[in-house]
């Protein structure tokens, strides 16, 4: 199963507050581009989060205008960017059992290797947070399946993102880590897990799977980018799955 992931889009609409407005809906544009022209069509689209840039329902309408373009489905997984009961009313169709109010948690079951979309977001911070509610909502889209592999995609990563002495988490607090280290050691079904937000490449390895954050679509918000020509404007990612559900990961130019 082939997974194209795109992530931190931070759309502005044309005219609103926000840095790079243009650049980031022209790389969008070419992203989306790209994607549809491959030799090989990904099984599906996954962005995890921050499609926006104030949270706004004039900026979540102009990623969806742009999405819809997409000849293979997607789904969406909310940042903290976005304003989550905007995006379930702009995205309805991905997001029909979604309820206003509640976590953006669901189960897409129509993939050979199904997709969970684990919301992390908090309307009160910019950093993820997990509590008991969110955690009740993922184990329950993770039990209707026990024995298929399911990937997990969310915006924050929850795991530690520092190799120095002192470890980085994008959380409040360090029990939302302990409470996602119980849920993966609940489910043993889980085959990777994609994330966003940290706006630069990441790979590491969680114990049984391994764990990918995907740059910002746009080289102008990545920390990690490194501009390779004048008509290089941005990055997606491609998740090739082998028989054994490991996966590689092949990292796409976006160009003029
Ligand atoms: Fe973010």
Do not use: W
């Not at 999405?67 to 997001?95: H, R, S």
């Not at 039990?143 to 470890?167: K, R």
């Not at 050691?185 to 990441?202: N, T």
């Not at 910002?216 to 090739?240: A, E, M, R, W």
Request: with cysteine.
């Amino acid at each position: 199963m082939l997974v194209a992931q795109i992530s931190d889009t931070h759309l502005i609409t044309p005219g609103g507050p926000g840095r790079f407005g243009d650049e980031k809906l022209i790389a969008l544009e070419k992203c989306i581009e790209a994607i549809n022209n491959l030799d090989t069509l990904p099984d599906v689209v996954i962005h995890t989060g921050d499609l926006s840039d104030n949270g706004s329902s004039e900026e979540l309408q102009l990623a969806k205008k742009h999405l819809d373009k997409l000849v293979v489905p997607y789904y969406v997984t909310p940042g903290n960017k976005d304003c989550a009961d905007k995006l379930i009313e702009v995205f309805t169709d991905q997001l029909n059992d979604v309820v206003t109010g509640g976590p953006i948690t669901y189960l897409v079951d129509s993939l050979p290797i199904k997709l969970a979309s684990l919301d992390t977001t908090t309307s009160l911070d910019n950093r993820g947070l997990l509590d008991f509610k969110k955690i009740a909502a993922i184990d329950r889209v993770l039990s209707v399946h026990q024995d298929d592999p399911v990937i997990i995609f969310s915006h924050h990563p929850p795991f530690n993102l520092s190799s120095e002495t002192s470890p980085h988490y994008e959380f409040v607090s360090k029990n939302s880590i302990k409470l996602f280290d119980e849920l993966v050691d609940r489910h043993s079904q889980i085959v990777a897990l994609f994330c966003g937000h940290f706006h630069r490449s990441i790979r590491k390895n969680m114990g049984l799977f391994d764990a990918n954050i995907a740059p910002p679509v746009c080289n102008l918000i990545d920390y990690s980018s490194t501009k390779t020509g004048p008509n290089h404007i941005g990055n997606f990612q491609l998740h090739n799955f082998g028989k054994g559900y490991e996966f590689t990961t092949e990292v796409k130019m976006i160009s003029h």
